[in-house]
């Protein structure tokens, strides 16, 4: 299985982005999928989810009301529109796979089965 994202970059503050997160050579769509980033200094953390058929998603408190996490079954993606982005949304951004149909609040909360490799968005003020 490889997950391959994209659609990291820099931008001002307030400038939205869509990261992609294609996975192949998987059961993708019977899969939960997972956002998390690591930012300068930190550990990782959790971003978004969404369960295996997209009928549930979950945010951190953080990006609530400014991320949406969606994906598209037949494209096996996974995507993260990240709208009024703030400085602090600067980190190396992972897309991970979570080999279950639980809803998208259990995904993410111990080991995911598979990672990619992440894509840069750098937020500057």
């Known amino acids: 299985v490889q997950l391959q994202a994209s659609g990291g970059g820099s931008v001002q503050a307030g400038a939205s982005l869509k990261l992609s997160c294609v996975v192949s050579?998987?059961?993708?769509?019977?899969?939960?999928m997972a956002w998390f980033r690591r930012a300068p200094g930190k550990e990782r953390e959790f971003v978004s989810a969404i369960s295996w058929a997209g009928g549930s998603t979950n945010y951190a408190e953080a990006v609530k009301g400014r991320f949406t996490i969606s994906r598209d079954n037949a494209r096996d993606t996974v995507y993260l529109q990240m709208d009024n982005l703030k400085v602090e949304d600067t980190a190396v951004y992972y897309c991970?796979?979570?080999?279950?149909?639980?809803?998208?609040?259990?995904?993410?909360?111990?080991?995911?089965?598979?990672w990619g490799k992440g894509t840069q968005v750098t937020v500057s003020s």
């Open positions: 050579g998987g059961d993708f769509s019977n899969w939960g």
């Open positions: 991970a796979v979570e080999k279950t149909r639980d809803r998208a609040t259990f995904i993410g909360r111990y080991a995911m089965d598979y």
